[in-house]
C-alpha cells in the first residue's frame, strides 16, 4: 500500500479551523477526548490541536481504534463537488475551446493549487488533463457523428490539426479518420459507504467498477480500453446510474443479485475463474482451493488467486466471496477492511 503524505499538522489544523472542503479527503482528524473521527468540513465542534490526531485514511483512523463521526460520516466520501468546483466546471465550460492553463485559473479567481489538489484527489488527475480528456472526448464523439476533422480540431481548442491528430492518436492508438470506429468508456464515480467507486461502461454494458483508492485502477483502465478499443472519457451515462441504484440497494442489504449487462474483459484463464464467481451465492464464501476445483484444475490454486485480483467489477464480481481455506481473510485489491465489511453485510442477512 501507498502511503500518502500528510501535510504538516499546522496546516491541516489551519483547514480544520477554516472546514477549508479541498482538504476532503486529503486528512482525516480523530479526536482523542471523544474517540470520534472526522472529515476537515465537520460540522461539530472544533477540538484544540493538543487533542487531534492526524490520518491519511478512515481505514487508519478505525484501525488505531477511532469510530466515524456521526455528523460528517468520514466512510461517505466527498460525493458531490464543492461549491467552488461546480463554479469552475461552469465557467470552463461556457467557452469550452479554450486551452486552459494554471494561469487562466488564477484570472478567474481560483487558487491553482487548491485547484490540483481537489482533481488529484477526486480524478486522480489534473485539473489541465480533466480538461483535455474530456474535450478530445467530445470531439471523438463529433467525429463519430460525422463531423469534419479540421473544424473539429478548432472548437476543441487546438492551435494546430496536427497537435490534435497526435492527441487522438495517444488516446485512441488510432488516426482520427477511423475514430467512427472507436467508442467511448464512459467513466464517473459512484459513491458507496466503503468510499467511492468508478465505474467504466459503454452502451453494451459493464466493463469496470473498482475502488477509487486501487491500486491498480490506472492499469485496469489502460487494460479494458486496449482490449475492447475504447476511449475514456469522464461522463455521465444512463448505465452508470443504473449501477449507482443497484450498488447502493446491495449496501443497504436489499439486493442480493445483480442484474446488469457485465463486459467481461480478460484471458480465457481469466473468464473461467470470474464466471465461477459469479456462481458463489450471496452470504457464502469459498477457498481458494474449492475455486480451483471448481474449474477442474486443483492445481491452480495460485493461478486462479491471481486471476481473482484481476477482477475489475468488484462487488458485482463477487471476489470478496473467497478466503483462505483456515477463514482468513487473506489479500483484497480493495483493501482487506472492505471485504470484510462486504462479509459483515452478507452474513449479517
Ligand atoms: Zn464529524
Redesign the pocket.
Known amino acids: 500500500m501507498m502511503i500518502r503524505e500528510l501535510p504538516s499538522n499546522g496546516i491541516m489544523y489551519k483547514a480544520l479551523v477554516e472546514k477549508d472542503s479541498s482538504y476532503e479527503g486529503v486528512f482525516y ?1 480523530a479526536v482523542k477526548t471523544t474517540g ?4 476537515p468540513t ?3 465542534r472544533k477540538p484544540k490541536a493538543e487533542n487531534v490526531e492526524f490520518f491519511s485514511s478512515a481505514e487508519e483512523a478505525i484501525d488505531t481504534g477511532y469510530r ?7 466512510l461517505e466520501l466527498s460525493g458531490t463537488a464543492p461549491m467552488w468546483v461546480t463554479e469552475l466546471l461552469n465557467r470552463v465550460e461556457s467557452s469550452p475551446g479554450e486551452r486552459w492553463k494554471d494561469d487562466d485559473i488564477k484570472k478567474l479567481g481560483f487558487e491553482p493549487n487548491r485547484v490540483r489538489r481537489w482533481f488529484k484527489k477526486n480524478y486522480n488527475t489534473t485539473f489541465i488533463t480533466y480538461m483535455r480528456t474530456k474535450r478530445l472526448g467530445e470531439a471523438v464523439n463529433k467525429i463519430g457523428n460525422g463531423e469534419k476533422v479540421t473544424p473539429t480540431a478548432y472548437t476543441s481548442g487546438y492551435e494546430s490539426l496536427s497537435g490534435f491528430i497526435d492527441a487522438l492518436k495517444n488516446l485512441t492508438g488510432k488516426a482520427p479518420l477511423k475514430s467512427k470506429e472507436v467508442d467511448l468508456l464512459s467513466i464517473e464515480k459512484i459513491n458507496t459507504p466503503l468510499g467511492s467507486m468508478f465505474a467504466g461502461v459503454t452502451d453494451k454494458g459493464l466493463y469496470m467498477l473498482e475502488f477509487e483508492d486501487r491500486r491498480m485502477l490506472k492499469t485496469q483502465i489502460k487494460r479494458i480500453t486496449k482490449i475492447h478499443n475504447l476511449v475514456p472519457v469522464i461522463q455521465k451515462h444512463k448505465l452508470i446510474k443504473k449501477v449507482e441504484e443497484q450498488v447502493a440497494q446491495y449496501f443497504e442489504g436489499k439486493l442480493k443479485e445483480f442484474s446488469l449487462p457485465l463486459v467481461i474483459s480478460g484471458t480465457e484463464f481469466q473468464k473461467k475463474v470470474w464466471n465461477e464467481l459469479l456462481n458463489i451465492p450471496y452470504g457464502e464464501t469459498i477457498s481458494y482451493e474449492e475455486l480451483a476445483k471448481r474449474i477442474g484444475d486443483i492445481k491452480a490454486v495460485r493461478a486462479v488467486a491471481s486471476a481473482n485480483g484481476f477482477n475489475s467489477i468488484a462487488v458485482i464480481i463477487p471476489c470478496h466471496r473467497v478466503i483462505g481455506k483456515d477463514g482468513d481473510l487473506r489479500g483484497y485489491g480493495g483493501k482487506v477492511w472492505r471485504k470484510k465489511r462486504l462479509l459483515e453485510l452478507e452474513r449479517a442477512l
Open positions: 482528524v470520534v473521527f472526522c472529515r465537520c460540522t461539530a466515524p463521526c456521526k455528523i460528517c460520516n468520514p
